[in-house]
Nanobody, 115 residues
Framework: VQVVESGGGLVQPGGSLRLSCAASGFTFSSYAMRWYRQAPGKERELVAGIASFGGSTYYADSVKGRFTISRDNAKNTVYLQMNSLKPEDTAVYYC?????????WGQGTQVTVSS
């Protein structure tokens, strides 16, 4: 099983980034996918989630209207489009696949929002 995030980097406030999470080794379409983030000294928090067939989505209040989660089951990939980025969005972003009691995590990708 592999879950690999990419797309992080340094961006100025107000900018955009698109994170990708490529999965393999399990039936991707059967799993809900989530993006979490963890800033230094803070607990990991759920940012966004999408159901297994993309029928429903969830967003934390702090990112609602700025971030969009989507998935392509043909490519076994989930995306997080992040617009209007703020310094407080700076964190390591993690991808999680979850189905019942089974979950898989990626290694994370750093997002830094700074001028």
């Amino acid at each position: 099983v592999q879950v690999v995030e990419s797309g992080g980097g340094l961006v100025q406030p107000g900018g955009s980034l698109r994170l990708s999470c490529a999965a393999s080794g399990f039936t991707f379409s059967s799993y809900a996918m989530r993006w979490y983030r963890q800033a230094p000294g803070k607990e990991r928090e759920l940012v966004a989630g999408i159901a297994s067939f993309g029928g429903s989505t969830y967003y934390a209040d702090s990112v609602k209207g700025r971030f969009t989660i989507s998935r392509d089951n043909a490519k076994n990939t989930v995306y997080l489009q992040m617009n209007s980025l703020k310094p407080e969005d700076t964190a390591v972003y993690y991808c999680q696949a979850v189905r019942l009691s089974t979950e898989y995590w990626g290694q994370g990708t750093q997002v830094t929002v700074s001028s």
